[in-house]
């Protein structure tokens, strides 16, 4: 398995479906706008970058650098697109130790959660038989 630093983009996606849950590790969001918000925001995508580069540099210790700074953005992406960056944020932090850490173990949760909001919206889950 290979590891990668998500691209700010992915991580911008992940951190604004967070933001909209309310509540989320620890973090406590308003309607995602106030400048408390955003503060917040940016330590949760600071937080989820580092998670990031443990496992990279877990899996390449011999590579340098540090985790990027965290810029929030962009616009709510569609549900599978979000649950897409985050499936991929957690596979790029599947390394080491990191998949112990609550903050992985709190994302995986809420991709969870996120595939099955997925699933109950389609027309063929609606039409299935039940029981």
């Known amino acids: 398995m290979s590891a990668f630093i998500v691209s700010n983009e ?7 479906h967070l933001v909209s849950r309310k509540h989320f590790a620890g973090f406590v969001f308003g309607d995602g706008f106030s400048r408390e ?17 443990r496992s990279f540099h877990g899996r390449y210790p011999q590579k340098g650098g540090t ?9 709510p992406a569609p549900k599978v697109a979000t ?6 944020l ?10 112990a850490d609550p903050l992985y173990q709190a994302l995986n949760e809420v ?8 699933v109950r919206d389609l027309e063929s889950f609606s039409a299935a038989a039940w029981g």
């Open 10 to 16: 992915c991580m911008q996606t992940v951190v604004r």
């Open 37 to 53: 918000d955003r503060q917040k925001s940016i330590e949760l995508g600071t937080a989820l970058f580092a998670m990031n580069a």
């Open 67 to 75: 985790a990027p700074e965290f810029t929030p953005g962009g616009y």
């Open 83 to 88: 649950y897409k960056a985050i499936q991929c």
């Open 90 to 99: 957690l596979y790029q932090s599947d390394e080491v130790d990191v998949s």
């Open 111 to 118: 991709a969870r959660d996120l595939a099955e909001n997925i």
